[in-house]
């Protein structure tokens, strides 16, 4: 009974340490800053509710941080305070913290939109935007909040990163320091709700058959998702589901216009276009601090495509930085970030974060304080667990290394010579492959560092490994998949049908065999640790405005680009690449006819044979930028 209590202890120690810290910046919170509500105009006359937390120290003058959120700045009251502030290290040296409900949601006024179009043409008070709400805000905090210096800073995480994105468009001259952080960008193409085109489905349904109820007036409470399961099993629910158009029909009966709004636009047209903010990145005069997550699961892509489109259309002297962490989804503000599932990273990385790059940033561009050392990318490596340091992202010193399928399933940079040579599998709708071997009900977050050995055992991925490395390979920036594939339906589809597919591809870290031990009672010994997965619906492969079907038998090249990495594969790891053509429930399924996915019905769906290429023609492979010694 000794040994088990002292065990019991050990396991809930750091639980108790968490719930310490947070009574403890509860407790400062209430001691150190009173609060207030207000609703402040903007130019059409809407009222967006703000709650405003201002030090009691009234000697000296502080610097505002704005954090616009369509999540509720809960609690409401000027007596009921948050527990909690992002970063406290920020807390405790003196801010104004402002929290605002963006327009249309909860205590706000008027019409929510969601990622609301940027409008560089405004021509009356009644054109508003996200950049002009900012504005409007600012000016009038400048203004009405005592005790501030002249100085706004804006961060965000998420759908408040996508707040923090725009105000970098709206111009007012006391923003001076922004911090986009795992930030919305481009729905259609990378972050939460497509990838490349393909449906995400479990996010896409799970978040917005709540978050996209219509609330007619303003109020404090948030609405319930959906709730009638019927099982702890998602892949068993979504796939009794069937077709994406059942899901109107079953569950959400055309409640969601937003998911109408999904529905309708199948294909990267001008109305998703309207939604990204990147073409609109010009001209920045804040400082950009740009964080985001090695391993978000809903916005990998937003961080490096914010601060790769600011590099790319602002002069030199534009102040633009990117921190990437060891994260999923906003981790470096929730918890210490010394590990992901399985995988530890041998450090508190978000502790890190908090007191070496986010604090030192506010401070020197809010209040003259200190000297800023921060080099212009600043990433954790994962592999060899190091931060590292980079005076621009992709660094300058790789080389781009072709690793080709080869026969056997063997992965190597030498040329392929067959004449005509290709590993064939069937895929089945039916029995798509799963996202992750577990069985719950919610997306995790830790599948983007699982072990892939259930996803290798199946007869319908593809799997291609490196010999053992003799020495460490570090991989850092984007990489592209150059895929040659053949379609054929056995006639399933008609004799002139169209057909489709879509293709996954996983690069994975394969432990030792030699590792001893386990982490979450998974063995260590020839771990299959997913460095980085990606999803692309094959219709897009020329255009993501103008999708063409597949000719059953032809050869047809598909490329495109996986989220960046940085990460070691250490000597005595093999690198080993897999390729499929299902992630289920993560993505839709794919009916595998040229068809419009978002009206067809249940009997659309058919099993195809699937060839990936490999012979001196058709060189399939992944494209790697690896650092050079």
């Known amino acids: 009974m000794a040994k088990l209590s002292i065990f019991l202890s050990l396991a809930l120690l750091p639980l108790l340490l968490f719930a310490q810290s947070d009574n403890e910046d509860a ?14 105009p903007m130019r059409d006359g809407a009222q967006l509710f703000t709650s405003i937390y201002t030090p009691k120290d009234r000697t000296k003058t502080y610097p505002i941080l704005l954090k616009r959120t369509p999540y509720s700045c809960a609690p409401y009251g000027v007596d009921a305070f948050v527990q909690s502030f992002q970063n406290m290290n920020l807390a405790r040296l003196g801010y104004i913290f402002v929290f605002q409900d963006v327009r249309g949601r909860y205590m706000s006024e008027g019409e929510f939109v969601d990622v609301r179009p940027f409008n560089p043409a405004k021509k009356s008070a009644g054109d ?74 479990m996010d896409a349904f799970g978040f917005y058959s709540g978050f996209g109820k219509p609330r007619p007036q303003p109020t404090t409470a948030g609405s319930p998702g959906f709730s009638d399961w019927g099982t702890q099993d998602n892949y068993a629910f979504y796939l009794k589901a069937g077709a994406l158009r059942n899901y109107n029909q079953k ?8 998911w109408n709004d999904l529905m309708a636009h199948p294909d990267m047209d001008a109305w998703w276009q309207a939604r990204n903010p990147r073409p609109h990145l010009n001209n920045i005069q804040p400082a950009v601090l740009t964080v985001g ?19 790319r259309q602002n002069p030199a002297t534009c102040s633009n930085r990117i921190v990437m962490g060891p994260w999923s989804h906003g981790a470096w503000g929730r918890d210490s970030g010394t590990r992901l599932g399985n995988v530890a990273f041998g450090q508190a990385t978000s502790e890190y974060f908090q007191k070496n790059i986010e604090l030192p940033f506010f401070e020197f561009y809010l209040k003259d304080a200190g000297a800023l050392k921060l080099s ?6 994962t592999g060899s667990n190091r931060w590292t340091q980079y005076d621009r992202w992709p660094p300058r010193n790789t080389e781009a290394r072709t690793f080709r399928f080869q026969a056997n399933g063997l992965l190597a940079e030498r040329s392929v010579t067959d004449a005509k040579a290709a590993d064939t599998y069937r895929s089945d709708p039916a029995k798509p492959v799963p996202y992750t071997e577990d069985v719950h009900l919610g997306r995790t ?9 259930f996803a290798a055992r199946r007869p319908d991925v593809l799997v291609y490994e490196t010999p053992v490395l003799s020495a460490a390979l570090t991989v850092t920036g984007p990489l592209e998949a150059q895929l040659w594939v053949s379609i054929d339906d056995r006639g399933a589809a008609g004799p002139q049908a169209l057909l489709d597919a879509d293709f996954v591809v996983k690069l994975i870290d394969v432990w030792p065999d030699t590792l001893s031990g386990k982490e979450n009672s998974v063995p260590r010994s020839g771990y299959q640790m ?26 047809y090249p598909v490329r495109f680009e996986l989220p960046d990495i940085a990460h070691t594969f250490l000597p005595g790891h093999k690198m080993m690449v897999q390729v499929q053509s299902s992630w289920f429930p993560l993505a839709d399924r794919n009916p595998q006819q040229f068809v419009n996915i978002y009206q067809a019905g249940d009997e659309a769906f058919i099993p195809v044979d699937i060839s990936l290429w490999r012979d001196a023609a058709h060189p399939s492979g992944l494209v790697l930028p690896v650092l050079k010694p």
Not at 27 to 40: G, M
């Open 27 to 40: 407790a400062y919170i209430r001691a150190h800053y009173d609060k207030r509500e207000v609703l402040i």
């Open 128 to 201: 508003v935007d996200e950049a002009s709400d900012t504005y409007d805000t600012v000016d009038w905090l400048i203004g009405q909040a005592s005790g501030n210096n002249g100085r706004v800073g804006v961060y965000g995480i998420s759908y408040p990163g996508f707040y923090a994105t725009m105000t970098l468009l709206a111009g007012h001259p006391a923003i001076k320091a922004v911090s986009p952080q795992a930030p919305v960008t481009d729905w259609f193409i990378g972050d939460d709700f497509h990838h490349n085109g393909a449906f995400m489905l």
């Open 251 to 258: 569950y959400l009966h055309n409640g969601i216009p937003f």
């Open 293 to 311: 997550g090695l391993f978000d699961a809903e916005d990998c892509f937003g961080a490096w495509n914010v601060y790769k489109a600011i590099e």
């Open 376 to 381: 212009d990318a600043s990433v954790f490596e």
């Open 445 to 453: 977050r830790e599948y983007m560092t699982d072990d892939q050995r």
């Open 530 to 555: 997913l460095v980085r997965g990606e999803i692309f619906r094959g219709r897009y492969r020329n255009s993501f405005e103008k999708p063409e079907g597949f000719r059953r038998g032809e050869i």
